[in-house]
């Protein structure tokens, strides 16, 4: 079969499925990007991203270990550490490369791996691939991952149990008092992906993680953590915080770190400035969990699934992938940028809907208009 005629057979089964992808151009009232703390567009922060330029010029010309590093990079992941309570953390371009590197890692050392079945495509991406030592315990639940271990308990393999905070998709949270609670029980180191965590919860935006109800010591007991600057930070970049070992173990075994050209200089040198930024929106962290609740309580009285949702992502389920495109469509003719999100991606099709500290209470009650 020639390359055109398989390609074109599979395009056909996706438009049979309803399943092609379009590029489209955002329009209309942000409910769909990542850009939490309106960061993105930052007066201050693109006056420093300039600045960052006339220091540092373009690309960074190679990989760190080659030629690539600059002081500013450990400058800058020595500060992110010190927010996010960590003892130090590797900078790498996104936080796809940060979770398919590690768990490509973790993998390699022969260790055994628990991972949450709706972990985000970077992180199961290399475990799909896997042969063994990887184990996908049920959505959330504990009590699921317990069992598993419990089955393993005579394993001598050193385990991983990796896990979101805040779930991509569902927009649920991780009770992480309790998965630290079983890691005491039975011994299995944690690595978090904090990604949409990052600046809307926790103490100064620092994530799930630095929340008051859990405490100080219990940060000791998560080994890794993934954060992104590519979402509340309103850049691009992956932090995974880690110990000093671990870190000098990543330098030299991470893959995608090693292999791969290094992020802008000037990209760092913004994140610095980021940081402070972010640490003292209070007041937009608030209004993000604020707005989301009252929407998500707006959509439920219509009798419509939001699933477990209890942070700024809220999903509206609907059992017809045809249906949930078709309003997506109709919203965003009437001016709300919302994306329908369909198998294969999620089991469940549905309007993801993201609630940004510049979505007004106004704005959420001409969408609940929308919804009958």
Not at 25 to 40: C, M, Q, R, T, V
Not at 166 to 183: A, N
Not at 193 to 216: C, M, N, T, W, Y
Not at 305 to 323: G, K, M
């Amino acid at each position: 079969m020639r390359l055109e005629e398989h390609i074109g057979k599979r395009l056909e089964e996706l438009e049979k499925k309803n399943r092609i992808r379009f590029l489209k151009e955002p329009k209309g009232i942000d409910f769909s990007s990542n850009d939490y703390l309106g960061l993105a567009k930052n007066e201050k922060l693109i006056r420093e991203f300039q600045k960052g330029l006339e220091i540092y010029g373009l690309g960074s010309t190679a990989s760190r270990l080659i030629s690539g590093h600059r002081k500013i990079y450990e400058e800058v992941e020595r500060k992110f550490a010190d927010w996010v309570g960590g003892e130090n953390s590797l900078f790498l371009a996104n936080g796809y490369l940060a979770n398919s590197g590690l768990m490509e890692l973790l993998l390699k050392q022969d260790f055994e791996i628990y991972s949450d079945r709706l972990n985000h495509a970077s992180i199961q991406s290399e475990l799909l691939k896997a042969k063994k030592n990887v184990q996908f315990y049920k959505h959330l639940d504990l009590e699921d991952l317990e069992n598993k271990l419990l089955k393993n308990k005579n394993s001598t393999r050193t385990k991983f149990v990796v896990s979101e905070t805040v779930f991509s998709m569902d927009g649920d949270v991780l009770d992480l008092r309790r998965l630290i609670e079983l890691k005491n029980k039975y011994d299995f180191h944690i690595v978090l992906d904090e990604a949409h965590a990052l600046g809307v919860f926790g103490k100064q935006g620092a994530g799930i993680s630095r929340e008051e109800k859990i405490p100080e010591r219990y940060l000791k007991e998560i080994d890794i953590r993934v954060f992104t600057a590519g979402k509340a930070l309103g850049l691009e970049g992956a932090f995974i915080v880690t110990t000093d070992l671990m870190k000098k173990f990543l330098l030299n075994k991470l893959s995608t770190f090693i292999y791969s050209t290094a992020p802008m200089p000037a990209i760092c040198y913004t994140v610095n400035t980021a940081i402070d930024i972010i640490k003292g929106m209070n007041e937009e962290r608030k209004r993000i969990l604020t707005n989301s609740e009252y929407l998500r309580s707006e959509l439920q009285k219509k009798e419509l699934s939001t699933l477990q949702s209890r942070s700024q992502i809220i999903p509206i389920i609907f059992n017809d992938e045809y249906e949930v495109m078709k309003i997506a469509r109709e919203l965003q003719d009437k001016g709300f940028d919302i994306k329908g999100i369909r198998p294969p991606t999620v089991k469940q099709s549905r309007l993801r809907i993201i609630i940004n500290s510049r979505i007004s209470r106004d704005d959420i009650s001409k969408l609940i208009e929308n919804f009958s």
